[in-house]
């Protein structure tokens, strides 16, 4: 447990915060509509509905809140790099701004259902409360019209014997945006699949770009006042019969005020993010590698990079809307930066085609670099001791770390502190074996990991190993429980921290 808390002890704690306050905003909604005496005749109309609808619809607003802030790029990055108080383990939960995005997304996902199905039932309900189907009382309640002479509107939506359920849902604005928002959020959550992810990247890349629509329909989505609750009075109203002087209120906080301040960070991200596109880039040098990788190296001015960073290229010429993540394969201290990138998808495809195509001696096509951000790798020098674990094209940040520790050895760079980087195997695609020189390439294998964390700590009985992985979720697994099952909880004794590039 003591290893667990090591590695995971903050992650956990984040998540049950969050979960708590989840669990807190569906309560205390759930019973203020459902016993809060200013709703003691919207539920005379709508029965249990009415909590079932609203409750989701806190906790709604407040994921919604909360879903831009970790793909604000450049807000993660100046909290990673600029403040003193985030420190590595802090620095940690950022690198996981992804895994909490989804996370955010399920439980929107989730709310989204619950509100909708009840939102359905209040339809109905409404209708039939109109048509006199639950009681007197129901009835007078849904007669009652706007009147400014007897300063009262209605409480119940529905104003005719002909309107329908369906009506209702597609003839009001609550109604209409809750479909758009609906379907928008269906398509984005289907296109996050990880299978259409890997085989489609355009198409999640385009359907995400729904949250547009999505929050311009949940910021009207509240405008139609449907659900309403009559005014306090003093002293309290006696709600066993009724007055007919009530204006009907809608209490609730509007949802546009729970996203504005999320909606206005995220616009200065693209702003950003646009003023950067904008920005001239130049080619130093195009290379064509093996088994159909491109190496790029690149020129803009102002720009400055830390190991293990990565950027966002934009190419025009294939789509001035999309942008796609790729690691720095060189170091700070050289004058140019420089990015692999394998043919694995369309627009990569394209790309390479592109290149493949100038004439001797041509520059390539217009791109534009927003970035660069920041990376678990970007903390492998706070380490005394590290273990960089790459697979595949996963190797290429770490290429970039170990060109920078040859130049800060080379230049005696006093805040190195790594002494050691330990076990470090870059398989490159060479038409010769990189040990052997012959054609015939050396088979590697799987590592025996317990070996190898075990050895490590025999080596290291005092020091705090940071664990570095760019490579496939499996084998992320593998080397997060070694991590654990490695460290010690004394503070004197070997401790595994576990990173992973996540993009």
């Known amino acids: 447990m003591g290893n667990w808390i090591i590695n995971h002890g903050l992650s956990a704690f984040i998540l049950v915060v969050w979960m708590g306050i989840n669990i807190f905003l569906f309560v205390y909604y759930y019973l203020f509509y459902d016993q809060g005496p200013q709703f003691e005749y919207t539920r005379e109309l709508l029965g249990s509905a009415l909590p079932w609808a609203r409750a989701p619809a ?90 400014s002479e007897l300063k009262t509107t209605y409480l119940n939506p529905v104003r005719s014997n ?26 984005m959550i289907t296109s996050s699949m990880e299978v259409i992810r890997r085989s489609y990247y355009e198409v999640f890349w385009y359907t995400h770009h729904l949250f547009i629509i999505f929050f311009a329909g949940l910021v009207f989505h509240g405008a139609g006042r449907i659900v309403r609750s009559q005014q306090v009075t003093d002293p309290p109203h006696n ?22 301040g999320p909606m206005i960070i995220y616009l200065c991200e693209r702003l950003l993010r646009f003023i950067r596109y904008m920005q001239p880039v130049s080619y130093r040098k195009i290379v064509i590698r093996p088994s159909k990788v491109l190496e790029l190296q690149l020129v803009k001015p102002g720009f400055k990079m830390a190991v293990g960073q990565y950027v966002f290229l934009n190419c025009p010429a294939i789509s001035q809307l999309e942008w796609h993540p790729f690691t720095m394969t060189s170091a700070p201290e050289e004058d140019f930066f420089s990015v692999h990138i394998r043919s694995v998808g369309d627009w990569t495809e394209d790309l390479i085609k592109m290149v493949e195509n100038l004439p001797e001696g041509g520059q390539g096509p217009k791109m534009a670099v927003d970035g660069p951000f920041g990376t678990a790798s970007e903390d492998v020098f706070d380490y005394e001791v590290s273990m960089l674990v790459g697979a595949g094209i996963g ?34 695609d060479k038409d010769t074996d990189i040990i052997t020189g012959l054609k015939q390439k050396t088979s590697y294998g799987r590592p025996n990991w317990d070996k190898e964390f075990e050895q490590v700590r025999q080596e290291n009985p005092s020091s705090v190993v940071g664990t570095f992985l760019c490579g496939p979720q499996a084998l992320a697994k593998d080397l997060e429980k070694k991590c654990v099952k490695y460290s010690d909880v004394d503070p004197r004794k070997t401790k595994f921290y576990f990173n992973k590039e996540n993009f």
């Open 239 to 260: 709600t066993s019969f009724l007055l007919t002087d009530f204006i009907w209120l809608n209490p609730l906080l509007q949802t546009w005020m729970w996203v504005i």
């Open 395 to 428: 190797v290429t940040p770490f290429a970039s770390i170990l060109k920078s520790i040859w130049y800060k050895f080379k230049d005696s760079d006093p805040k190195l502190r790594t002494k050691r980087v330990n076990h470090a195997m870059v398989h490159f």
């Open 58 to 147: 806190a906790v709604l607003n407040f994921n919604c809140m909360l879903i831009l802030l970790p793909v604000c790029r450049n807000l993660l990055s100046l909290l990673r790099g600029s403040f003193i108080c985030c420190g590595r383990t802090m620095r940690k939960q950022l690198d996981k701004n992804l895994t909490f995005h989804k996370l955010v997304a399920y439980m929107i996902a989730l709310m989204t259902a619950v509100h909708t199905v009840a939102h359905l039932l209040n339809a109905e309900w409404y209708t039939n409360s109109f048509q006199g189907q639950y009681g007197p009382l129901a009835g007078n309640l849904s007669m009652l019209d706007d009147s």
């Open 162 to 187: 002909s309107t329908t359920p369906t009506l209702l849902v597609f003839t009001t604005i609550a109604g209409l945006t809750g479909v758009v928002i609906t379907l928008a959020l269906i398509l």
